[in-house]
């Protein structure tokens, strides 16, 4: 193990140096373990080494214990799965697989900080006048010293000298005033993880009897910081360009003569509030195959100098020629960069990612959006039509999991065709949507939207046709009945989820109709309606951009990062976003301990943050543990659409 921290001493004396480095001992021991190294541990006693099987390959539960393991990237993260006898009603199984976070981490070199145990110290000003009434002067052993405080930001300076000899014990550094300290510094960078601005910074040194740091003094910190995250957010993505382009070739992908890779990314944007009025849109690309961002941005219309020079110059209070003498000096410092609607912010962060992804050595040829055609058209749109790269194509996947809403939003569109005006007291018409008999309920619609998302994530892979024919028999299964069965779609045997196959199969009569789970009559108009909805769906255009079964559930975990470094429910400024954006990002890709910026600012780091830094790491890459009980009680699903 790593050992980190201070030295130890001599065995059986009691230091402060021997708990902490009983502290780092722990710390470091606990990181020794590397994921493949847990995971061999959970293993099956068959498995002959920890990277047989692995997370994107799946292992059913089978009976007999020697079962070949596809191969496939080494990106992924390694899982494994024990079953117990399936003669054995009582058996328990357990799952054992890897976090996402553990993937993207493990691919970072690991690093060794050198900790700082510089701990800070609390204490009330009548207890130190106490223990410097103990204080005697070297020179001449008088007890008359005086102490003057000085306070630099949040910090206090001490001066102290001796009436009597006028000897001056501890003097006052020169140039303080203009320097950053650390104290300040730390608690500053707290309150800007925790998502607060000045203002609440304020009140919390208010209630805690702290000196009171002004605003543009609380700026320049902020400042500081905020560039500070973004240089090494930039360093960190230079290092997963590295790393992408290292597990492409382990995929057999390389780079083309000018050292430019293709890849395929996820793109998704996000806004600060909802609606058409968000002052500031972050746009991500994360990369496919390893889960990592591999470039971002961040745009804002609002600038708060401007605004307030333009309110200063509407009420007279600024003549126009000071105003335009004022504007131009501030140009080079507005944090503005997008005008426009707050809608077209996503693609126009699209835009600037794929104009300049060949400078980082990369080509993103395939973009999987969550249907916004709207940047897809301004990427293919750029260079007059010609894409953003000459003679290369940028191809177009669907989200699974977004294009299944599509079809419960069609379907619930049906339904509120039908609706009645009713009028309320104060004078206004309320729409009253009803369902009648021969139409579609919300329970149906779920469910139907649950068995759409079913099939395209257990076809992908396949092909067109085996995709297209999974979705329109679960439509077509729900829609059947005694008089009209129309299981022409779902799959033959015994082994069937189609109760009617099976019967079929076993030569059997089946069942009656009326006892599925899902099952709906409607009107032959009503019918052809929804069936013209399933047959747009599934249009081969749109099933070859499904075959993949990918989704955005990274960028969506992203965001939620994000969010949780800027509250969406406050106003922010430009550096707030920019630093929960970098600083989310980093934490994102290379976990906690290595985004962490104490070192980065010259605040060095003590075992206290090492260890908290681990522990949030260790919480992030969590191994994650099914255990379940096979219950004796057997459950049907042959009635119910793909046996969901």
Not at 214 to 230: D, H, K, L, P, Q
Not at 416 to 425: F, G, I, P, S, V
Not at 452 to 465: A, P, Y
């Amino acid at each position: 193990p790593r050992m980190t921290g201070s030295p130890l001493t001599t065995p059986g004396v009691a230091t402060p140096h021997v708990a902490t480095a009983d502290v780092a001992t722990h710390v470091a021991t606990a990181d020794v373990a590397a994921p493949h190294v847990a995971t061999a541990d959970v293993a099956a006693p068959h498995v002959a080494t920890p990277h047989v099987a692995t997370a994107d390959v799946a292992i059913p539960h089978v009976a007999t214990p020697h079962v070949a393991t596809p191969v496939v990237p080494s990106s992924a993260v390694a899982s494994t799965s024990t079953a117990a006898d399936a003669s054995a009603s009582d058996s328990v199984s357990t799952r054992v697989h890897l976090s996402s976070a553990t993937r993207r981490v493990s691919m970072y070199e690991k690093i060794n900080p050198v900790v700082v145990d510089k701990k800070m110290i609390c204490m009330e000003n009548k207890r130190f006048d106490e223990i410097l009434s103990l204080v005697h002067c070297s020179l001449c052993f008088s007890k008359k010293i005086k102490v003057t405080y000085y306070n630099h930001h949040l910090e206090t300076v001490l001066s102290i000298s001796c009436t009597e000899c006028k000897n001056s014990l501890l003097e006052k550094p020169y140039g303080i005033r203009k320097k950053l300290n650390t104290l300040t510094g730390r608690m500053v960078y707290a309150e800007m993880v925790t998502g607060g601005g000045y203002s609440s910074f304020a009140r919390k040194n208010a209630l805690c009897n702290l000196p009171r740091l002004g605003f543009e003094t609380f700026n320049r910190y902020t400042s500081v910081i905020t560039r500070i995250s973004i240089q090494s957010c930039n360093k960190i993505l230079d290092e997963t360009r590295l790393i992408v382009g290292k597990e492409y070739a382990k995929c057999d992908i390389l780079p083309d003569a000018r050292g430019v890779l293709d890849i395929d990314v996820t793109y998704d944007g996000t806004w600060h509030t909802r609606g058409h009025n968000s002052n500031f849109g972050i746009g991500v690309a994360i990369d496919a195959l390893t889960k990592l961002v591999v470039d971002y941005q961040v745009l804002c219309k609002y600038c708060f100098i401007c605004s307030s020079l333009k309110n200063r110059l509407k009420k007279k209070r600024l003549a126009m020629e000071k105003y335009e003498q004022l504007k131009q000096s501030h140009e080079s410092k507005c944090t503005k960069n997008f005008s426009g609607s707050s809608g077209k912010m996503e693609v126009e962060a699209a835009l600037i990612i794929w104009q300049r992804s060949q400078k980082m050595k990369l080509r993103y040829k395939t973009i999987v959006s969550d249907g916004d055609s709207a940047t897809y058209k301004g990427i293919v749109e750029l260079n007059d039509g010609a894409g953003p790269y000459e003679g290369i194509h940028v191809a177009k996947e669907e989200c699974i999991n977004h294009y299944a809403k599509r079809l419960r939003k069609r379907l619930t569109s049906l339904v509120k065709l039908h609706y009645t005006e009713k009028q309320l007291r104060t004078g206004k018409k309320r729409k009253q949507y009803h369902q009648k008999k021969g139409m579609l309920t919300d329970f149906v619609i779920d469910k139907l939207a649950q068995y759409f998302q079913k099939n395209l994530r257990e076809n992908r892979g396949s092909d067109v046709v085996t995709m297209r024919n999974g979705i329109l028999a679960s439509f077509f299964h729900c829609s059947s009945t005694d008089d009209n069965p129309q299981h022409q779609l779902c799959p033959p045997g015994s082994a069937s989820w189609c109760f009617y196959k099976k019967a079929l199969a076993d030569n059997l009569p089946p069942p009656p109709h009326t006892t599925m789970k899902v099952q709906f009559q409607l009107e032959p108009a009503y019918f052809k309606k929804v069936h013209d909805i399933y047959k747009d769906l599934t249009r081969d255009e749109m099933m070859e951009r499904c075959i993949q079964g990918r989704t955005q559930n990274c960028n969506e975990s992203l965001h939620k990062r994000i969010w949780s470094y800027c509250n969406k429910a406050l106003f922010k400024n430009k550096w707030q976003v920019d630093f929960a954006t970098s600083n989310a990002i980093a934490e994102y890709n290379a976990g906690y301990e290595r985004s962490c910026l104490d070192i980065q600012l010259g605040y060095g780091r003590s075992s206290l943050n090492q260890r908290h830094l681990r522990n949030m790491d260790k919480k992030m890459q969590a191994v994650i543990t099914n255990v379940h009980k096979k219950r004796k009680r057997v459950v049907d699903t042959s009635y119910e659409a793909g046996g969901h």
